[in-house]
């Protein structure tokens, strides 16, 4: 079956340009999580969705950073305003609450390089 | 802050040898302790999970160690292979309510020699 998946896979913009990203998760599942990971490091949380709940936006470094999700289904991370410190792979996770394994699945990622 | 401390930042085994990485964490309502497994260019894969109940967890030539009242938890991968090769990340969180929100180390650069 289908994973998550994420585009675009590679994304150059200009410092101070919008930027939306595209997350796809396994169908079915309830709860969406987007994590950004700079070169090197571990991956940080930065927001969360579970169906029609308020997102978990406790991740979310500035208010430059917003992220929507319609339902179930497709999630959209924007970043306003690109400074050279968001370069960073953004990564989205898709969960079934319910399962006991609480597995992520991760998709690919989406590379940002702001210049 | 860094609520979760993995070490060594990068480790050469030869193979057939057993790779061993060691992660701490802080937060004493977490719950929940997945490992990570990346290969270059891909999103994180499960390798093995444990919860607080057990102290240890084995699932093929992989096992995690835990250790509850050190706030310790390791990845020892026995007969290490080159195709074990890959950046390992450890992981925790607090499952229920809120979300599971993971929390991670910055990972492991594993090499397995021939």
């Known amino acids: 079956g289908a994973g998550v998946s994420q585009s675009p896979s590679n994304k150059v913009t200009e410092k101070g340009k919008d930027v939306e990203l595209r997350c796809d998760p396994i169908?079915?599942?309830?709860?969406l999580y987007w994590y950004r990971q700079r070169l090197g490091q571990g991956l940080e949380f930065l927001i969360y969705f579970q169906g029609n709940s308020a997102p978990d936006k406790s991740g979310l470094p500035s208010d430059r950073f917003s992220a929507e999700r319609t339902g179930e289904s497709v999630s959209t991370l924007t970043i306003q305003r690109t400074q050279q410190e968001d370069s960073a792979v953004y990564l989205c996770?898709?969960?079934?609450?319910?399962?006991?394994?609480?597995?992520?699945?991760f998709g690919p990622g989406t590379r940002l390089t702001v210049t | 802050q860094q609520q979760v401390k993995q070490s060594p930042q990068s480790l050469i085994v030869q193979k057939g040898g057993i790779s061993i990485i060691n992660c701490a964490y802080e937060?004493?309502?977490?719950?929940?302790f997945p490992w990570y497994q990346q290969f270059p260019g891909k999103g994180p894969a499960l390798l093995i999970a444990i919860r607080p109940d057990v102290s240890e967890k084995k699932e093929g030539r992989f096992t995690i160690s835990f250790n509850k009242s050190a706030k310790q938890f390791s990845l020892h991968i026995m007969d290490s292979q080159p195709g074990d090769s890959a950046t390992y990340f450890c992981?925790?969180?607090?499952?229920?309510?809120?979300?599971?929100?993971?929390?991670f180390g910055t990972g492991t650069q594993l090499k397995v020699e021939l």
């Open positions: 169908s079915g599942h309830t709860a």
């Open positions: 992981a925790a969180s607090r499952v229920g309510g809120g979300g599971n929100k993971l929390t």
């Open positions: 996770a898709s969960s079934s609450p319910g399962q006991w394994t609480y597995e992520q699945y």
């Open positions: 937060n004493t309502a977490f719950d929940y």
